[in-house]
């Protein structure tokens, strides 16, 4: 059991990761983005495409990857943004001024994730790839617990990012003015709030965040093109169940849904056997979060961290 | 060639059906169902079960006509809609089409998973075809085009009539404004539950007509790409809210769907491997060019209700 709390855990605060990003742009555009998993793809891929281009660099000790892959995740980051800037200049900034309601910018959003999962299947093919192939030795912990070093990693550089991102809203002036525009976008713009740059770097974090989950997710299981598409509805689960634009909403909401991911299953297998009932339940794990999903939507339809009225 | 032409007719008629009901469903009552899938796989395999002669492979094998077969397609799927709806219709929005793509996702894990009830990947075969044994299987196609071009005309004339009466009317006030339908004394969660079951049940027969056509169905047909986007494909072409242009829309997007089948004739076998993922890019950028370059037609509909009400 603790072994799967502490899986639950790596591959919580990847979804958190996510989370974060797509709660500031669903409350600050105002709309469902369903184009983000597969950005959380072509984020990880790019990675992949920096990290054969750079060689090999060595592994840091213990960990399956070394320099090549953070300087591959730089770029990567880079590229994403540019790649996320355009995309919005051309895309949805002409949405905005058509004035479309949040509806039509989610329908758009998911026409937009068709082209891009196909393009990653076009140029990098449907096979699993992985950033590295050697084998890691898992380190004791007290309490029977096992974690690979690689996932030690992946929790420092989340709290890390997490960290960042809380003092980029809380501290800085553009922080406040994000989150000026998520309350009230009115009164934020008749305030003198500058929504275009406000929705940029919304994109920048966001497209940051989203790159970096992304290649943290091809360290610790693999790159399959259709992988963020089924991390989309986790995604969407931990937004809606913090609460649409909350931080620490989208937090503990990527932690539950990755930890209730990995123990519910897992769980319900050992009572059925208990009882000795033959079920198989190791297929509906991904049902777990769509479970979630409805549960939350109708004991608090708001979200835990939610606001009455966005 | 002309047998040919007779399918291309047969499958188009079948999802036009399915187009008719989510454009009474988007179109008309402003439901964003992200799950009509679902509810056309439940009548495909609510009919097969029903129908299919007695096996020892999956539930069912009663036997039962064809007529039997058609209307459990209807009852099951307005069934499962309406117990659905009594969560998700309380949700506004993307937050109801993220409901609906999970309860997608769950029901087509469950169809996968429960071999016993469906005979899980492997499909359903042998489902009868009505009067095959009496018709020169030269001319079936002729027979079944009648049959469902017969559906499809009685579906466009029910839904039709039904969105031109006082109750569709509401149905358009909802979609336009629904705290000020509400406000002039209607009921719109039971409005919204009445479309929401009605078009629910429409696709079930679409889907019963498809496996009778066939003959076999497997979950493969069901994912959300195939089932549940490319009906929302059709319905973004053919216009929002416009029957007649979502027939036609119907039959142009199936035109260039199996006019890529033709394609992989001419392309080297390199890229005729990935044929399904240049149809995934088809689909993304039909609809992201339709969403931007007509906005009129489809992002702003005119408020008729709305405004006549004030």
New interface residues.
């Given amino acids: 059991m603790a072994d799967l709390l502490v899986s639950g855990i790596i591959y919580g605060s990847i979804i958190a990761l996510g989370a974060i990003g797509l709660t500031l742009i669903a409350s600050i555009l105002n709309?469902?983005n369903f184009a983000y998993g597969d950005l959380f793809s072509l984020g990880a891929f790019i990675t992949f495409l920096f990290l054969d281009l750079l060689g090999d660099w060595g592994a840091f000790p213990g960990l399956s990857f070394g320099g090549g892959l953070v300087v591959a995740t730089l770029l990567s980051v880079l590229i994403m943004l540019a790649i996320i800037l355009l995309i919005d200049r051309f895309?949805f900034k002409?949405?905005r001024e058509?004035?479309?309601?949040?509806?039509?910018m989610?329908?758009?959003s998911?026409?937009?994730?068709?082209?891009?999962?196909?393009?990653i299947?076009?140029v990098w093919?449907p096979e699993i790839r992985y950033y590295s192939t050697a084998i890691q030795i898992s380190k004791k912990l007290p309490f029977g617990i096992r974690v690979k070093p690689d996932e030690l990693f992946i929790v420092i550089c989340t709290l890390a990012l997490v960290t960042l991102v809380y003092l980029i809203l809380k501290k800085t002036r553009m922080g406040k003015a994000m989150r000026a525009m998520s309350d009230n976008p009115v009164l934020a713009k008749a305030s003198g709030v500058e929504t275009v740059r406000v929705i940029m770097w919304t994109w920048i974090i966001a497209g940051t965040l989203i790159t970096v989950a992304g290649t943290l997710y091809g360290i610790q299981v693999q790159l399959r093109p259709t992988m963020g598409w089924h991390f989309l509805?986790p995604l969407?689960?931990a937004v809606?169940m913090g609460g649409i634009g909350s931080f620490w909403g989208a937090l503990i909401g990527g932690m539950v849904i990755g930890i209730s991911e990995e123990m519910i299953t897992a769980v319900l297998q050992n009572a059925f056997h208990s009882m000795q009932i033959d079920a198989?339940m190791s297929?509906?794990k991904?049902?777990v979060?769509?479970?979630l999903?409805?549960l939350i939507?109708?004991i608090k339809?708001h979200g835990i961290f939610g606001k009455k009225e966005h | 060639m002309i047998s040919y032409f007779v399918s291309f007719l047969i499958m188009g008629s079948i999802y036009a059906m399915a187009a008719l009901a989510l454009n009474l469903q988007w179109g008309f009552t402003?439901l964003?169902n992200f799950g009509i899938g679902a509810f056309y796989m439940l009548g495909a395999y609510t009919s097969a079960i029903l129908t299919c002669p007695a096996t020892t492979e999956h539930l069912g094998g009663f036997g039962l006509p064809l007529v039997v077969g058609f209307a459990g397609a209807a009852l099951v799927p307005g069934v499962v809609a309406f117990l659905i709806g009594f969560?998700?219709l309380?949700?506004r929005?993307?937050?109801f089409?993220?409901?609906l793509?999970?309860?997608h996702?769950?029901l087509l894990?469950?169809v996968?998973?429960e071999s016993w009830l469906t005979n899980g990947v492997w499909g359903i075969r042998g489902i009868p075809r009505p009067f095959f044994e009496v018709i020169n299987p030269r001319h079936y196609g002729y027979f079944y085009l009648i049959i469902a071009g017969g559906l499809l005309i009685l579906a466009y004339l029910a839904i039709t009539k039904s969105v031109g009466s006082p109750w569709g009317r509401i149905l358009r006030g909802i979609s336009e404004d629904e705290d000020l339908t509400s406000m002039s004394g209607k009921n719109c969660w039971s409005y919204k539950m009445q479309s929401f079951v009605f078009g629910s049940m429409v696709m079930g027969i679409a889907g019963a007509t498809y496996v009778h056509y066939t003959g076999f169905v497997s979950p493969q047909v069901f994912n959300p790409?195939m089932s549940t986007?490319y009906v929302?494909l059709i319905v973004?072409v053919g216009g929002t809210g416009n029957n007649k242009g979502v027939i036609v829309g119907a039959f142009l997007v199936w035109a260039i769907w199996v006019g890529s089948d033709f394609l992989t004739d001419f392309v080297p076998a390199a890229v005729a491997t990935?044929i399904g993922?240049?149809r995934?890019?088809f689909?993304?950028?039909?609809?992201?060019v339709t969403?931007?370059t007509r906005?009129q037609g489809?992002?702003?509909r005119k408020r008729l209700i709305a405004d006549w009400y004030r």
């Fill in positions: 709309f469902f895309f002409p949405l058509f004035d479309a309601t949040p509806l039509f989610s329908l758009a998911l026409g937009l994730a068709f082209i891009l999962r196909a393009i299947n076009i093919g509805i969407f689960v809606i198989d297929g509906y991904p049902a979060a769509f479970v999903v409805v939507l109708l339809p | 402003g964003m969560p998700a309380r949700l929005g993307g937050t089409a993220i409901a793509l999970a309860i996702e769950t894990l469950t996968r998973n790409l986007f929302w973004m990935r993922f240049i995934m890019l689909v993304g950028i039909i609809l992201t969403i931007l906005p489809i992002l702003s």
